[in-house]
C-alpha cells in the first residue's frame, strides 16, 4: 500500500488525508499494515494472539456504525504504539475493542478480554443520554482521569482521530469547547506534545468552520 494511513504528528491538512485514506481501504489491509509496521518487537505468539483476537471483531458486525469502522480502533491502536517506546497485547486488545459496550458486543468478547480491560472499556462508554450535560461530562472525564494518566491519554487520542474525519458537523461549538475544557484543560499535565496538536488542532478547525 502506498498511501500513508497513520498518525505521526503532521501538519493538520496532512493527518486529516491519512484519516481519509485509512477509511478507504478494507480494515484488514489496515491491520496488517499495523502490525508490520508497528509490532516489529513483539513475538510470534503475541502477534498471533492480536492477529486471532482481530479476526473475532471482524465477525462482528461494525460497519452498522459506518463503513469500514475498525479502522478507527486500528489507528487508536497505531497512534498508541507510536507515543509509547513500549506496548503490550492487552493493550492492543483493550485498544481494538475499546467500543464494544457502546456497539453492543461486549457479550461476544468479553472472554476474549482481562477484567481490566473490561473496566478501562466501561469508565471509557459514556452515557449518550448525558453526553451534553456539564456536570455528567465532569464526572465522566475525572473518572478516566482518576482511572489512570494513560487512559486519560487514550481518550485525547480516540477523540483526536475523531476529529480528523474533518467533517463539519462535528465542530460545533459544544464540540471543539469540549475538546479545549475536558480534553486539553486535563492533557496538558500529561503530554505536552499532544496536548499542544490537540489544541492546535481545534483552532484550525475554529476557523475553518466559523
Keep these: 500500500m502506498s498511501k500513508s494511513f497513520f498518525f505521526n504528528y503532521a501538519n493538520i491538512q496532512t493527518e486529516e488525508i491519512k484519516k481519509k485514506n485509512s477509511l478507504s481501504v478494507s480494515p484488514k ?3 496488517d499494515s499495523f502490525v508490520d509496521k508497528y509490532l516489529k518487537e513483539f513475538n510470534k505468539n503475541e502477534i498471533d494472539e492480536i492477529k486471532n483476537f482481530f479476526s473475532v471483531l471482524q465477525t462482528l458486525d461494525f460497519d452498522k456504525v459506518y463503513k469500514n469502522y475498525l479502522s ?10 507510536f507515543i509509547n517506546e513500549k506496548v503490550s497485547t492487552q493493550e492492543i486488545k483493550f485498544i481494538l475493542a475499546h467500543n464494544i459496550i457502546e456497539n453492543g458486543y461486549l457479550n461476544e468478547i468479553e472472554n476474549k ?30 473518572n478516566i482521569e482518576k482511572f489512570s494518566k494513560n487512559l486519560l491519554i487514550f481518550k485525547s487520542l480516540d477523540k483526536l482521530d475523531n476529529l480528523l474525519i474533518g467533517e463539519k458537523y462535528l465542530f460545533s461549538d459544544y464540540s471543539l469547547n469540549l475538546l479545549k ?20 488542532a481545534t483552532n484550525f478547525y475554529e476557523k475553518k468552520y466559523s
Design 29 to 31: 489491509n489496515l491491520f
Design 72 to 81: 478507527h480502533p486500528i489507528r487508536l491502536a497505531q497512534m498508541w504504539s
Design 113 to 142: 478480554l482481562e477484567n481490566n480491560q473490561i473496566e478501562k472499556i466501561k469508565v471509557l462508554t459514556i452515557d449518550r443520554n448525558k453526553e451534553k450535560n456539564l456536570d455528567y461530562l465532569n464526572d465522566y472525564y475525572n
Design 181 to 200: 475544557t475536558q480534553i486539553c484543560g486535563r492533557l496538558k499535565k500529561y503530554n505536552i506534545r499532544l496536548h499542544d496538536y490537540i489544541h492546535d
